[in-house]
């Protein structure tokens, strides 16, 4: 890794997501920060909302949406995944690898 590449690190919990950058400071020594992932904060709720479209939603706006329309939530994501058997909420079925490729794009 040189001084102008960073590292974004994402830890997928049960519950709870959370990320760090990594890169290496001018002086050669390597540099971890803490990358706020939803409003500020540095980890975010380990949830998905499908919205009406089909879309997801993740963050904040979907632990709105999830208080708002809990049938429409997707959680145990990490639990699931290798599962053959997709999660279904709201009519929609989406893979539990899909859920989670769509939320490392969003944090990145």
Do not use: Y
């Amino acid at each position: 890794m040189s001084e102008s590449e960073f590292v974004l690190a994402i830890d997928a919990g049960t519950h709870r997501l959370t990320a760090v950058t990594a890169c290496v400071a001018p002086s050669g020594e390597n540099k971890v920060a803490s990358f706020a992932v939803g409003g500020g904060r540095d980890s975010i709720a380990m949830l998905a909302v499908v919205t009406a479209d089909g879309d997801l939603l993740f963050g904040d706006e979907a632990e709105r949406a999830a208080a708002l329309h809990p049938e429409r939530a997707l959680r145990d994501v990490v639990g699931r995944i290798g599962d053959d058997v997709p999660l279904v909420a709201a009519g929609f079925a989406v893979l539990p690898e899909q859920v989670l490729a769509r939320l490392v794009l969003w944090v990145a």
